[in-house]
């Protein structure tokens, strides 16, 4: 920031060479332009300030696009980089500010570690922690709209210290923009500010702020040119928040005073909560509370359980399950669970839709060799994690390891989460679990997939009545989470004893995949081809997935 020596890395953002980036068609950039009427869009393997590699895009709103960096001088640790336009803005002041920004330390509150001010383009660059979780507006509809109560408080209990915290410096800051997407909560219930895209230093003596921005339904009416903002416009915010969670997920307007006085709430809430929250959304801030410590004390004393219920552990009760997401495992290592994803994937792009497959982390990489020779050629592109990369075929994305494996990263299972993450949000995706499934990282994919489905074979040596009996320990808690579960009879052929090895499976086997000759699978994959590329194949096989091919598309 400016010309502290100190600061480089900050200042280098106006330097020839800060942006780089080298696509697969080999173009280079020195530096990012606005596009069309707009920040020009980053794509993964852009690199920030020639440390940051950008990921994927996490989020948007209306001040920026915030997106998932590997910091490549610290082994991949992903950060997030949020981009926002700046055009207008007092370059100095956005420095002065973010190097004080920079200073905070609060563990609700983001770690910005690197900041790159606006150039002639107007785009600044903020690098912060990336926070693991989701948002609170995300977490809500996991709940479909009936987040208990104490989770309610807990989160807002935690959020007044953040905002404490921050009211508390000098000069004082002002986050003046409270709303579900900017909130992140983690499996354990930790709370996290994410953004402070419209934050300000409080000026005494000013009357009005001279920038009015806020989300509609979140910002107090003094952030509409009525006055000045305070510590009691984030009072305000915080109220709003709480409105939002308590009422199952509306925006509050000064006509819905009414709904907290006739308690039309989602939920059951404690009257001392409602007249809390009623304040807080005052129109005159005088009205409201005047600090955060003291929302925080009557937040604290709004449920029996009192003071420890920001201490309670999140994630009872909930399921985070992704829609598009679907593990296939082989019950036994050899069962063909490698088989059936890359086959279901096919199956699937052949009718039309698009799909995402992923190979199974933490084996040798083998999809690259399946894939390499493939007719059907395709694009590679790098994925979000820096260990794979991603085919391009008609109507399909391939993630394959990388065969040249980079060393060991920071985050590396954080990346892997948001590669997969990324993929189903915008696709059906099929995740390959291997016979690894009773790993931790597995058992967790198998926690957030919708379908789960199950590969076994004939041979009777790969049955063990150990790993089937934990096997189905899981299943029973995956469908108690509302996840559908199929089992798929592999290498079937006809055989004396055949009857008895599908006596074997828990349930009817939702589909038993034809055998194919080892002659025959050999050729294929010297060719470049795959089974559904034969006719006779493709139409049995096909036939047989049909149930499964229903599930995964979510047409059943």
Known sequence: MGKNPGMKCCYQRSLPGFFSFSNRKGMDMDTISMHKGGMMPLEAGMMIGGRYRIAGVIGRGGMGVVYAAEDTRLQGKLRAVKAAGRLGFDYDMCAEEARMLMRLSHPNVPQIVDYFPPDTTGVEYVVMDYVHGETVAKRLSHYHGRMPVQEIVSIGIQLCGALSYLHEQTPQIIHRDLKPSNVMIDKNGHVRLIDFGIARFYKEGMRFDTVLLGTPGFAAPEQEGI??????????????????????????????????????????????????????????????????????????????????????????????????????????????????????????????????????????????????????????????????????????????????????????????????????????????????????????????????????????????????????????????????????????????????????????PAASVPYIPHEVWMKLLWDGRWVTDVSAYRKSITASLKQVLAVVSGEK
């Open 227 to 508: 006055g000045q903002s305070d510590a009691r416009t984030d009072v305000y915010g915080l109220g709003a928040l709480l409105f939002f969670l308590l009422s199952g997920g509306r925006t509050y307007t000064s006509s819905h005073t009414k709904l907290l006085d006739s308690y039309e709430l989602a939920i059951d809430v404690p009257p001392t909560l409602i007249a809390a929250v009623h304040r807080m959304l005052h129109a005159n801030p005088s009205m409201r509370f005047p600090s955060m410590r003291q929302v925080e004390e009557v937040l604290a004393d709004a449920l029996p359980i009192g003071r420890s219920v920001n201490r309670m552990l999140g994630g009872r009760g909930v399921s985070t399950r992704l829609p598009n997401l679907s593990v296939v495992l082989s019950a036994a290592p050899g069962a063909g669970s490698t088989f059936v994803t890359m086959t279901l994937a096919r199956l699937l792009a052949g009718e039309g839709a698009a799909v995402s497959a992923i190979e199974s982390a933490g084996y040798a990489p083998e999809w690259h060799a399946w894939l390499n020779g493939s007719r059907d050629g395709g694009t590679i592109n790098p994925a979000s994690d820096g260990v794979y990369y991603r085919l391009e075929q008609p109507l399909i994305d391939w993630y394959c390891q990388s065969p040249e494996r980079p060393p060991s990263r920071a985050d590396e299972e954080a990346a892997f989460r948001l590669l997969v993450e990324q993929a189903s949000a915008v696709r059906k995706t099929l995740l390959d679990l291997s016979s690894g499934w009773h790993e931790r990282s597995s058992l967790d994919w198998m926690g957030r997939a919708s379908t789960i489905i199950i590969v076994a074979d004939p041979n009777p040596a790969r049955w063990s009545a150990v790993r089937l009996r934990q096997l189905m320990a899981e299943l029973v808690k995956a469908r108690g989470e509302g996840a559908k579960v199929l089992w798929i009879a592999n290498k079937d052929v006809k055989f004396e004893q055949r009857r008895d090895w599908l006596s074997m499976f828990p349930e009817q």
